[in-house]
């Protein structure tokens, strides 16, 4: 089992930067991938940006140049840098990690609420 939770969600205003965190523990060595997500209200989940064991990166069109993801395997955490935020950022950000042969855990989330 992994256990997540997520923090450095928050209040920002339109063009300013967060930077969120996921902390995993549990069964941390065998964390595959690990993924950022986010769902606002009334809207699917959305996969955000991911992030392989040796630091290859994909992200959603809708954040790509604005956002980073990176990971620290020897902290087991994993990061979400957003820049130029936009009201339409204002979401509930999930963190997610992948485990061969259990699956795909998921943290509560952390609200980011970008005012314009």
């Known amino acids: 089992q992994v256990q997540l939770v997520e923090s450095g969600g928050g209040l920002v205003q339109a063009g300013g930067s967060l930077r969120l965190s996921c902390a995993a523990s549990?069964?941390?060595?065998?964390?595959?991938?690990m993924n950022w997500h986010r769902q606002a209200p009334g809207k699917q989940r959305e996969l955000v940006a991911t992030v392989t064991p040796g630091g290859s990166t994909n992200y959603a069109d809708s954040v790509k140049g604005r956002f980073i993801i990176s990971r620290d395997n020897a902290k087991n955490m994993v990061y979400l840098e957003m820049n130029s935020l936009k009201p339409e950022d204002t979401s509930l950000y999930y963190c997610s990690a992948e485990v061969p042969r259990l699956g795909l855990f998921w943290g509560q989330g952390t609200q980011v609420t970008v005012s314009s």
């Open positions: 549990g069964s941390i060595f065998s964390i595959n991938v």
